[in-house]
Nanobody, 117 residues
């Protein structure tokens, strides 16, 4: 069974930094891409950043220049370094894994990020 374990959320003042981690475990033969999404209260879940198996990255316009996604292939772990955090970055951050030839998807349980203004 494939599982995702997220960590690193918390409360931070505006302008501060946080680092999120998401580790995938289980019968994973190949990872297509991993990414982070977030959902603010009353809003839809949105893509924050994603990284492919080849290392290509894409970011939401709102986080470009502030957030960096990276990946440790040996550990099947993806990280999201968040700098210069803003109040509007507040939300539940979900890790997303897409793996296998069938492009199966899996969501993490979510981790709360709260930025105080």
């Amino acid at each position: 069974q494939v599982q995702l374990v997220e960590s690193g959320g918390g409360l931070v003042q505006a302008g501060g930094s946080l680092r999120l981690s998401c580790a995938a475990s289980g019968r994973i033969f190949s990872i297509n891409f991993m990414g982070w999404y977030r959902q603010a209260p009353g809003k839809q879940r949105e893509l924050v950043a994603r990284i492919t198996s080849g290392g290509s990255r894409n970011y939401a316009d709102s986080v470009k220049g502030r957030f960096t996604i990276s990946r440790d292939n040996a550990k099947n772990t993806v990280y999201l370094q968040m700098n210069s955090l803003k109040f509007e970055d507040t939300g539940v951050y979900y890790c997303n894994l897409n793996y296998g030839l069938g492009y199966q998807g899996l969501w993490g349980q979510g981790t709360q990020v709260t930025v105080s203004s």
